[in-house]
């Protein structure tokens, strides 16, 4: 499966964005799909994931409240809905598809990243 992200800028802190991620060359809908932020310096980390079976959330402490996870089967895409956001926040945003987890080595397939940046 090949992954799409896009939907990343710059936006100031309490602002929004949406990412989206489209899928194509595999049938979709039997990945699990997350997202993952990695910013200078540090480790990649999990952000959300969506399960392909029965379409539950899950969203790192960090984010919960905050941002969204959803996806689409119809439209081969999944979504991160971003509001309230913070300074660190900003990250280059992958969305992956795979085995869900809080692990990145359980997603074998990987978008190119787009960056998100929250100004002050």
């Not at 992954?3 to 990343?8: E, F, I, N, P």
């Not at 980390?45 to 959330?57: K, L, M, Q, R, Y």
């Not at 509001?83 to 992956?96: G, I, Q, W």
């Amino acid at each position: 499966v090949q992954l799409q992200a896009s939907g990343g800028g710059l936006v100031q802190a309490g602002g929004s964005l949406r990412l989206s991620c489209a899928a194509s060359g595999h049938t979709f809908s039997s990945y699990d799909m997350g997202w993952f932020r990695q910013a200078p310096g540090k480790e990649r980390e999990f952000v959300a994931a969506v399960s392909w079976s029965d379409g539950n959330t899950y969203h790192a402490d960090s984010v919960k409240g905050r941002f969204t996870i959803s996806r689409d089967n119809a439209k081969n895409t999944v979504y991160l809905q971003m509001n309230s956001l913070k300074p660190e926040d900003t990250a280059v945003y992958y969305c992956a598809a795979g085995v869900l987890s809080t692990s990145p080595r359980t997603f074998g397939a990987w978008g190119q990243g787009t960056q998100v940046t929250v100004s002050s």
